[in-house]
């Protein structure tokens, strides 16, 4: 097919004029840097040539390349934050056992008694795993899975599995592992429908914490830290250039339409628990595991 009909897979994006002599500094999204050059002409996202490397050097997380398209310092700025793209069938192919992201898209998910749970319909990063966003089989909202190689089976989340079929395809197992560490034990199913976000975005499993964000700055830190903590949770993808923010629903959840947000199916007293505000969760679950911070809180100080 032609470029424009063929997937598209982000490699960079240009940081805008290094000196004055028309130089480009471009943010490299590959193992090595300096592979851009080898896949050079780079495409714009309409799936055009949008960049070509005459030469180029390593420099930080990326390269300084000197390209046919641009002359001067002016024209390079001129197009800073541009992302640059290269067509999957570019890319070298992978060994046996691994496999891109960007195959997983479309591919079926199936439980561990080969049910049909849904189709991979994105692959999205909060900033500590990649998840894998599943469009359920039988309809209705998306939900996230994490992404995470075999060995970390034994996490409490959602995990995957992979290997190839007799037909040499990729097939997912998403395996929804009992749990046996410190901070989650094995609990009743939780009830969560007093809160009407949970209409808005049904949950998968209730008993685990249930997270609303975006790979925002402050999404990023809550992510983290419940990898951190090794709380199992189901994270919720919440599409802010759709107002999914001020529905009545989520605004039931955070009066100031802001992501993260949490629900904890196992508050204090056993009770669920809401809670809004970056700073606020993260202190919230420091103190239900007992982990980053004292005690005492005169020792925090």
């Known amino acids: 097919p032609p470029p424009t009909l063929r997937p598209l897979i982000l490699v960079g994006q240009i940081g805008g004029a290094f000196g004055v002599k028309g130089e480009v500094r471009i943010s490299a999204y590959t193992a090595d840097p300096m592979a851009l050059v080898g896949y ?3 495409l714009g996202a309409d799936g055009k ?3 070509t490397l005459i030469s180029a050097r390593p420099d930080k997380a990326g390269v300084v390349a000197r390209v046919k398209e641009i002359a001067t310092k002016e ?14 069938d570019a890319l070298p192919e992978p060994e046996e056992d691994e496999f891109y992201l960007t195959d997983l898209v479309g591919l079926e998910g199936r439980d561990p008694a080969d049910v049909v749970l849904g189709k991979v319909k994105s692959v999205q990063n909060f900033g500590a795993d990649d998840m894998l966003e599943i469009a359920p089989a039988e309809g209705g909202p998306t939900w996230l899975a994490a992404h995470r190689p075999p060995d970390r089976s034994q996490r409490p989340r959602r995990t995957l599995t992979h290997g190839h079929s007799p037909h040499g395809r990729l097939r997912i197992v998403l395996r929804f ?5 410190s901070h989650q034990p094995e609990r ?6 007093a809160f009407p976000v949970t209409r808005q975005f049904p949950p998968q499993h209730p008993d685990r914490l249930q997270l609303y964000s975006l790979p925002t700055p402050n999404g990023v830190k ?5 990898e951190e903590t090794g709380l199992a949770y189901e994270a919720h993808l919440v599409d802010i250039g ?29 009770k669920p628990l809401a809670l809004f505000e970056s700073g606020a969760i993260l202190l919230y679950l420091a103190e239900k595991t007992g982990r980053f911070l004292p005690a005492d809180p005169a020792a925090r100080y």
Do not use: C, Y
């Open 177 to 181: 592992p009992t749990w046996t560490g």
């Open 75 to 88: 024209e390079a700025d001129a197009r800073r934050g541009q992302k640059l793209f290269v067509t999957r």
């Open 188 to 193: 009743s199913m939780a009830d969560l429908s």
């Open 222 to 226: 809550v992510s983290i830290m419940l």
């Open 242 to 270: 759709k107002d999914e923010t001020w529905t009545p629903e989520f605004l039931s959840l955070n009066p100031n339409n802001k992501i993260p947000a949490i629900i904890d199916p196992h508050g204090p007293g056993g």
């Open 40 to 42: 050079s002409p780079l």
């Open 49 to 51: 040539p949008a960049l």
